[in-house]
């Protein structure tokens, strides 16, 4: 390929790239929640961080902590989800849920003003 080609043809597929990845990302945490956990109604996909035992899977929303809570504290019991702890403030929440021997966290804290970031921790 001539280096005059491959110039032209470079910023379309760096283009192809960034336009592809988001989309992999989200089936990327759409597989890390499988069937344990849904997705908050609304939430934007952030990142996922993952680690020998854990894997974190985080959002962003306009939404309060107490909704983001609430709507975890429901969706998981329905999927056999034992609630351990149940801490809601204002500006931050936290429940910790078992299954099996299996833990998961989910936090919230607002952030910039009108927006909670949030992650699920399994």
Known sequence: MSPRL????????????????????????????????????????????????????TFETGEPPAAISAFYKKDMTARGWTVEVDDVNDTASYLLLTKKGRRCIVEAQRGLPGRTGFSLSL
């Open 6 to 57: 491959f110039t032209r043809f470079l910023p379309l597929f760096l283009l192809c790239c960034a336009l592809g990845a988001p989309a992999l990302a989200q089936e990327d945490y759409r597989a890390v929640l499988a069937d344990q956990a849904g997705v908050f109604p609304g939430a934007e996909f952030k990142k996922i961080f993952r680690f020998p035992k854990a894997t974190v899977v």
